[in-house]
């Protein structure tokens, strides 16, 4: 169903009840500007769920709310089992083992290589022993299609390549959902294809996915729920079909429709 924002209620908008992430009237500001104005909704396990609008309606500053990066400052986010906001103290540390993120810039190691980039996180933060973290690191390297290039450095790399790596360390962790931020942006389209095909890879293989994207056509066809946020409210959400058939002026002309 889709729902323009004087119609969205107090309640998440929740498809199963087996809800990964939940937002629960979720406010944000930045100094006197409120980006996030009581935002409700759930990803389901194994959904992917994209946030599409225009730059500034909010929806980075919503992903990045989900493993703590940016603080909430009312509501609160429920994720794998954790608490954000509500007066709770969440461990950001255990948070941050079950969300994986991948950001529009690679963020990766220059002086290590792939392997060595994907195998520092496990190393550390789980203790897990050299041989099994670089078995780790192939079989994720595997999944992204990338294992030739484990002894590789990132300025050796595409930016399409350095991005399915950035993907790869994230896996690497194991998280419960992985959140994308805007990850094809400042790749060309032949790029953008490789990257694309991987997170379509993921969803296919049931990973719960939180994706901010303008990639309209990924959405239509990967996308389980679409949300398309304005000026910090959810102003409509539906299924697959959303953006073939908007309801507000707003969504319209987003996509072009109402030019």
């Known amino acids: 169903m889709t729902m323009?924002?004087?119609?969205?209620?107090?309640?998440?908008?929740?498809?199963?009840g087996t809800a990964v992430v939940r937002f629960m009237d979720v406010h944000k500001s930045f100094g006197a500007v409120e980006v996030l104005k009581g935002i409700n909704f759930d990803v389901d396990r194994g959904e992917v769920v994209c946030l599409i609008g225009r730059s500034g309606s909010g929806k980075s500053t919503a992903l990045r709310c989900v493993n703590g990066l940016e603080p909430i400052n009312s509501g609160t986010i429920d994720v794998c089992g954790h608490r954000l906001g509500g007066g709770s103290a969440p461990d950001l540390?255990?948070?941050?083992?079950d969300v994986g993120i991948v950001f529009q810039s690679y963020n990766l190691f220059p002086h290590l290589t792939v392997e060595q980039n994907i195998t520092l996180a496990p190393r550390r933060t789980k203790r897990?022993?050299?041989d099994e973290a670089r078995a780790l690191a192939m079989s994720?390297?595997?999944?992204v299609g990338l294992a030739e290039k484990a002894q590789s450095y990132p300025e050796q790399l595409s930016g399409g390549q350095q991005q399915r790596v950035a993907i790869a360390r994230a896996l690497a962790m194991k998280p419960q959902v992985m959140l994308f931020d805007e990850v094809t942006s400042a790749l060309d389209p032949e790029l953008t294809g490789e990257v694309l095909k991987v997170m379509e890879d993921l969803a296919r293989g049931?990973?719960?996915?939180?994706?901010?994207?303008?990639?309209?056509?990924?959405?239509s066809r990967v996308a389980n729920?679409?949300?398309?946020?304005?000026?910090?409210r959810i102003w409509e959400t539906g299924?697959?079909?959303l953006l073939a058939r908007p309801q507000t002026p707003e969504l319209k002309q987003f996509i072009g429709t109402g030019l």
């Open 206 to 219: 049931g990973m719960t996915m939180l994706v901010v994207t303008h990639e309209m056509a990924f959405a």
């Open 225 to 232: 729920k679409i949300i398309f946020m304005h000026q910090g």
């Open 128 to 130: 897990m022993p050299t």
């Open 93 to 97: 540390r255990n948070v941050r083992k």
């Open 4 to 16: 323009h924002v004087s119609q969205v209620s107090q309640q998440p908008i929740s498809s199963s």
């Open 140 to 143: 994720v390297l595997n999944r």
């Open 239 to 241: 299924g697959r079909d």
